[in-house]
């Protein structure tokens, strides 16, 4: 028997019909129960991908959007290696392939498309934190001395502060970016296709998150994505 948030998953069938007329104005609806404060997931909010693939791939690029964010959503609650990769293997191929095709697309929501595609190939963390470059701000506890840190990645600078910089006078120490051309890995690859979708904002931010900071208390220089992940562990 599936089960989601409420309980019994016998409605889910029909929700999922009412997401696909309306994906935007169902959303909400439809991940309180599939997957409410979009951190859990339940066994019919995977059967469901299925169905989120088919409707994905006949819908319209502005509303493919929702559907494709409600199947990453979903999915970044997997753990790599989790058996849903395997038991619904092809509705993961199509979702990513529609998603690697409606990021070129669409402008709005982009950077939850991102992390949508990075869900459906299994990496952790990213898939739920690159959105922190919208709101240009992240916190992270020092390694050192465990203070809590603001990253700050934005038009007004990126600076690390440990304490409300926003409405205090509080020390900022600049971050220190990863120089040109030295971005590797997953880091590369999302610069890469940052600049070819046209995302130049989110472009320019990479090279701070994949750089360091510096503890503004104990001075202590630290990875920026490195804490990101430890403070993002799977519970
Ligand atoms: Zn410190």
New binding site residues.
Partial sequence: MLSDACGSAEHVPALLDRFGDDPSGVWSELMDHLCPQLDQAFSASYAALPRLAELASGCAPDDRVWVLQAAGAIMACAHTGDDVFKVYADSIADLHRLTDQCLGEIRDRYVYLLQSLLSFEGVEVWDRCLEGLLTGEYEVA??????N?FIVIGEGGCFSA?DDYASRQVERVALLPVGTGELDGLGERLQERTRADGQMALAGGLPYLFGRAV??????HFSVADQLARNWMPM
């Fill in positions: 020092c390694p050192s001395c465990g203070v840190v440990s503890c503004p208390d104990c001075r202590t």
